[in-house]
T-cell receptor, first 111, second 109 residues
């Protein structure tokens, strides 16, 4: 597609429930990143996929967080047993070489 | 690991020039980015530096000194719409991109 697409744009969930966030990168982009941004704060790196290489998961805050990507296509970020501290905007970005393009994000609210 | 520092907030006057600094310490270096983020929106790409020197793009310029681990973003002829957060990001070894916490710029009349 023309840009990076994320869904849902907004998600409200009850504490303890699992959520799945989706990112459709720009076609042909080999690199895909997930970031978390809490209100008024900077971007916190979560995970990075590059082609078929093993992902860099060093930013995942706990084992409740996981992400998958099939080849160079869609990625899903799953948060299990959500906590209120997980409330944030989750941003996905993709890139071919440089000049990363961000999606509009998923605003997650855990109540 | 990677450490990126930039001022938290800055205020400048419409029509003026403002310089936003960024210092970094990284394991490996494969380029430095500046992004603009308006409140409630996703970041948008402004500039990319991989070699030392100044890159100019209209009212915006970005400078890099790899030996000093230092970059700045220069905004000229400030407009009210330039009020936003400006994020410095470094691509280190293994192509991982790490963002600073951003500088919130307020442009006043």
């Amino acid at each position: 597609g023309a840009g990076v697409s994320q869904s849902p744009s907004n998600k409200v969930t009850e504490k303890g429930k699992d959520v799945e966030l989706r990112c459709d990168p720009i076609s042909g982009h080999t690199a895909l990143y997930w970031y978390r941004q809490r209100l008024g704060q900077g971007l916190e790196f979560l995970i990075y996929f590059q082609g078929n290489s093993a992902p860099d998961k060093s930013g995942l805050p706990s084992d409740r967080f996981s992400a998958e990507r099939t080849g160079e296509s869609v990625s899903t970020l799953t948060i299990q047993r959500t906590q209120q501290e997980d409330s944030a905007v989750y941003l996905c970005a993709s890139s071919l070489e440089f000049g990363y393009t961000f999606g509009s994000g998923t605003r997650l609210t855990v109540v | 690991g990677q450490n990126i520092d930039q001022p938290t907030e800055m205020t400048a006057t419409e029509g003026a020039i403002v310089q936003i600094n960024c210092t970094y310490q990284t394991s490996g270096f494969n380029g430095l980015f500046w992004y603009q983020q308006h409140a409630g929106e996703a970041p948008t790409f402004l500039s990319y530096n991989v070699l030392d020197g100044l890159e100019e793009k209209g009212r915006f310029s970005s400078f890099l000194s790899r030996s000093k681990g230092y970059s700045y973003l220069l905004l000229k002829e400030l407009q009210m719409k330039d009020s936003a957060s400006y994020l410095c990001a470094v691509r280190g070894g293994y192509q991982k991109v790490t963002f600073g916490t951003g500088t919130k710029l307020q442009v006043i009349p």
